[in-house]
């Protein structure tokens, strides 16, 4: 039988429910009302009290929301939610970065454990807020900002804690997935299915983040603070989106026996980390080459374990309501135990520097768009090979009103040395159009 004096310990609130507040209710907000209004009784069975929502911040009272949502809880002011005694687990679902950031830190510092799916936010002060949450013997969980519903926070902090990561490639953004895959698939064009992933609540509420490549690289850095231990300086890194990816790019590289794909890549090189965030070909009989739609994937490269993939649905509302809610259980159920919260820093942080670019080789995919003219070609492989890049393959495709596509695959070669060579090509008589360059993923 339970003494009485661990029953004390174990329940501080001698039963009492306990209070959420929920900073956004849009699509993750929404979904986050859903799970918890439809499992309330799931929940209390798990937690051993009862969770309630105590108040939400939006911006509109007028909007529709979910029918889960009691409108009278509804609020445009923040204090509502923070000063509110009752709350004891806040809920970030916002987003952006100053404004969520100030309010997370008023929360932790009130001694509110805080649950958040906010990328942005964690990649530029979440070495900051983790500090706060431990001194303030809070949780900050944040299962959902990397990967939608897909429990690679855990699996960093909890699986991984007796090997060591040394490697991340991962695809983490639905949305350019999603795109990528329509394009690849049916030819659509790009901005059709933007529109499509915006509209099934994938994107983020500026696009750009996801179609130029900073979703992906926020997430990297979470990933990397939780794999590496690693604190990265706040910019430098790689990072390139799929905008401006052309269709006919997509279809040169099929024909190579490659697929375009969007990923995340982090490699622990002792004194440095490497990071990048960019479009890659990818062999088309590749895991990675058959994760498609909003789908995600993240493959781990332990020390001792060797490779481990996770895979599921990176973006949409319940899939990331799933992360959300799976976080606010396990601050409930640590208030209730009195214990304290579970801060997700899987290992101390230390500041380093990251992998210089010029330091990065692969074998890269190339497109020229040239007159066809005799000793073109010659002169494209005079360029790259006094830089000393290896070609691998070239093919010349006949294009219309005397202009041909000049497709190179070289073997791996230093980044610097192929993009010298492009730059002593700019300018050429014979180029009709900026070279693009791609780089290839062999793993
Ligand atoms: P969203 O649909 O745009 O919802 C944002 C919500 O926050 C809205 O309810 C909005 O109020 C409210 N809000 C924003 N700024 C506010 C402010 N200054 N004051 C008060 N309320 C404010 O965004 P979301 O897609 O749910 O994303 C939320 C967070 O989850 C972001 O950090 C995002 O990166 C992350 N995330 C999203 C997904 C996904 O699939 N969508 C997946 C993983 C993580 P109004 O409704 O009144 O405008
Ligand atoms: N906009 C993000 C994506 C949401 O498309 O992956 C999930 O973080």
Known sequence: MTSPRFEERRRPHGGAP???????????????????????????RRVGVPLEVRRVLVRDLDKPRV????????TTRVDDVLEDESVEIVVEVMGGEDLAGAWVERALDSRRSVVTANKAMLAKRGPQLLDLAAAKNVGLAFEAAVGGGIPVVRTLRDAFAS??????????????????????????????VLAEAQSK????????????????????????????????????MLIEGIRGLDAIDVRLA???GYVIKHLAFGRDRGETVELRAHPVLVKRSSVLANINGVLNAIRLEGRALGPCLLSGRGAGDMPTAVSVVADVLDAARAIVAG???IV???????????????????????RLSVADEPGVMAEIAGALGREGVSLSQIVQTEGAGGVAQIVIITHVARESAVKNALVGLEGKRFLRAPAVLLRIEEG
């Open 201 to 236: 609540g994938y994107a983020e509420a500026d696009p750009s983040l996801d179609i130029d490549g900073h979703d992906a690289a926020q997430k990297l850095l979470v990933l990397a603070m939780l794999a590496f231990g690693a604190r990265p300086p706040d910019s430098g």
């Open 67 to 74: 029918p889960e949502l009691d409108r009278a809880k509804l």
């Open 18 to 44: 306990i209070g959420l507040g929920i900073l956004g209710c849009g699509t993750v907000g929404g979904g986050v009302l859903r799970l918890l209004t439809n499992k309330a009784a799931e929940f209390e």
């Open 344 to 366: 997700n820093g899987a290992r101390p942080l230390v500041a380093r520097p990251l992998t210089p670019t010029t330091e990065i080789a692969l074998r890269y995919y190339l």
């Open 339 to 341: 214990a304290p919260g």
């Open 254 to 256: 099929g024909q190579f």
């Open 163 to 192: 090997d060591e990561v040394i490697e991340i490639a991962g695809i983490l953004n639905g949305t350019s997935n999603y795109i990528l895959t329509r394009m690849t698939d049916d030819g659509a064009p790009f901005a059709e």
